[in-house]
C-alpha cells in the first residue's frame, strides 16, 4: 500500500526560529510532492510543490526532496506565529487514468511568541 | 494562484433531507475534481474522484448512491449528499488540478451539520 508519513507532532518551536517539517513516502514511483498549510477549521492551502532532487526555495519556505531516501522536508525561517498550523504532505501517484495524491496525516506546529 | 470556489460554506439540515455543494474553478479548467471529506482533527480522505463528462470514481467504503458527483463543465462539479444523517456531519473539501501547473488547489471547504 502507497504511504506518505508524517510525525503527527506536535512540534513546537520558538518565534525566529527553523521549524524543519519531515514526511517519507514508500512509493517510488511518485514523481511530484506537495506541501500544504491547514489551519484549524479551513481547506489545505498550498505552500510548496517540489519535483526534482535537492532544494527548492520561497522565501521563508525551503523544500527538499531526496528520492533515493525518500524524504521530502519543510523549512521554515523565521518562523512565526502566524505559521502555527497543520502541515500535510502529499504525494502524486498514478492511478489508473487519474494521477491522485496519498496525503500524509499531517504535523501539527505551534510557534510560541 | 489558482482560485477553486466552494458553496455553501456552512449547511444545517435536517436528517434525512439532501444537500448539494458546488465546486467551481474561477480562472482554469479542471478535467479532474477531488471530493475529500475531513473529520474533526483527522486527516483528509479522499471520497472519489470527479472525472469531467463521465461517472466518478469512488473510493473503497464510499457509498456512491449516497455521495452523487456530477462533473457536467470543465469549471463545475457538485456532490449531493443524499438522505442525510448526523454522521453525515463533516467538513467537505473539493479540490481541482490546474493542468498547466500541475498543483491541486482546495476550496474553501463546506461544513455540513446534520441534525
Known amino acids: 500500500q502507497k504511504e506518505v508519513e508524517q510525525n503527527s507532532g506536535p512540534l513546537s518551536v520558538p518565534e525566529g526560529a527553523i521549524a524543519s517539517l519531515n514526511c517519507t513516502y514508500s512509493?517510488?514511483?511518485?514523481?511530484?510532492f506537495f506541501w500544504y498549510r491547514q489551519y484549524s477549521g479551513k481547506s489545505p492551502e498550498l505552500i510548496m510543490s517540489?519535483?526534482s532532487n535537492g532544494d527548492k526555495e520561497d522565501g521563508r519556505f525551503t523544500a527538499q526532496l531526496n528520492k533515493a531516501s525518500q524524504y521530502v522536508s519543510l523549512l521554515i525561517r523565521d518562523s512565526q506565529p502566524s505559521d502555527s498550523a497543520t502541515y500535510l504532505c502529499a504525494g502524486g501517484i498514478n492511478a489508473g487514468n487519474n494521477r491522485k495524491l496519498i496525503w500524509g496525516l499531517g504535523t501539527s506546529l505551534a510557534v510560541n511568541p | 494562484g489558482a482560485v477553486v470556489s466552494q458553496h455553501p460554506s456552512r449547511v444545517i439540515c435536517k436528517s434525512g433531507t439532501s444537500v448539494k455543494i458546488e465546486c467551481r474553478s474561477l480562472d482554469f479548467q479542471a478535467t479532474t475534481m477531488f471530493w475529500y471529506r475531513q473529520f474533526p482533527k483527522q486527516s483528509l480522505m479522499l471520497m472519489a474522484t470527479s472525472n469531467e463528462g463521465s461517472k466518478a470514481t469512488y473510493e473503497q467504503g464510499v457509498e456512491k448512491d449516497k455521495f452523487l458527483i456530477n462533473h457536467a463543465s470543465l469549471t463545475l462539479s457538485t456532490l449531493t449528499v443524499t438522505s442525510a444523517h448526523p454522521e453525515d456531519s463533516s467538513f467537505y473539501i473539493c479540490s481541482a488540478r490546474d493542468l498547466t501547473a500541475g498543483e491541486l488547489f482546495f476550496g474553501e471547504g463546506s461544513r455540513l451539520t446534520v441534525l
Open positions: 512509493d517510488r514511483g511518485s514523481q511530484s
Open positions: 517540489i519535483y
